[in-house]
């Protein structure tokens, strides 16, 4: 079994559509991360979370510590968007873990 | 544009040979850590280094091995390739009192 699990692993959603990507993790952590990896392989790093919410532009990134889960929304989608977004768990011993990502397409 | 680059972007290499990856990270980020993304997977993490001592460590052998240096550049040393090894290799580094991990392109190894 996986430490860090993505769903859904692949999602296709129309132009504007709001969109939820959900991880959840079973290994105690000192924070969470949500990455965007476009095709080429560059990685973004977006959020950096160890509680509550955060906001960046349309994105949203929540966490809930005592479910051990994460979610990340983006609203009014757009095809720029297209990309791999990737959960990542680090926890004391500076160890990451990470998801196998959701490959998001967004359609004009 | 991260600041970070990573060099060579492309490699191939035969098993059993070594393989140096090179880092190079904004001034002042004395955090790196490297990550190895075979296709279709997400990323594993190999090691951290902070202040050129490994202070964490993925589930990855001994043939993996790493450098820090003070002018804020990094290597991933691999010896004995094995075919499993083809990969996309990531380092990403931080600063002191940053939260970000900034991601270099990577560098795509190739084992035959």
């Known amino acids: 079994k996986n430490e860090v699990e993505q769903s859904p692993q692949n999602l296709t959603a129309q132009e504007g559509e709001f969109i939820t990507i959900n991880c959840s993790y079973s290994?105690?952590?000192?924070?969470l991360h949500w990455l965007q990896q476009h095709p080429g392989g560059g990685i973004v790093s977006l959020f950096m979370?160890?509680?509550g919410k955060k906001k960046h532009g349309r994105l949203i990134a929540t966490i809930n510590i005592q479910e051990k889960h994460s979610s990340l929304h983006i609203t009014a989608s757009h095809p720029r968007d297209s990309a791999v977004y990737i959960c990542?768990?680090?926890?004391?011993?500076?160890?990451?873990?990470f998801g196998t990502g959701t490959s998001l397409t967004v359609i004009p | 544009e991260t600041g970070v680059t990573q060099s060579p972007t492309h490699l191939i290499k035969t098993r059993g040979q070594q393989v140096t990856l090179r880092c190079s990270s904004q001034?002042?980020?004395?955090?790196v850590s490297w990550y190895q993304q075979a296709l279709g997977q997400g990323p594993q993490f190999i090691f951290q280094?902070?202040?050129?001592?490994?202070?964490g460590r993925g589930n990855f052998p001994p043939r993996f091995s790493g450098l820090q240096f003070p002018n804020y550049s990094s290597e991933l040393n691999v010896n004995a390739l094995e075919l499993d090894d083809s990969a996309l290799y990531l380092c990403?580094?931080?600063?002191?009192?940053?939260?970000?991990?900034?991601f270099g392109p990577g560098t795509r190894l190739l084992v035959l």
């Open positions: 001034s002042g980020h004395n955090t």
């Open positions: 990403a580094s931080k600063g002191p009192n940053q939260e970000t991990q900034y």
């Open positions: 280094y902070y202040r050129e001592e490994e202070n």
């Open positions: 979370l160890s509680s």
């Open positions: 990542a768990v680090g926890n004391t011993g500076n160890q990451f873990y």
């Open positions: 290994v105690g952590i000192s924070a």
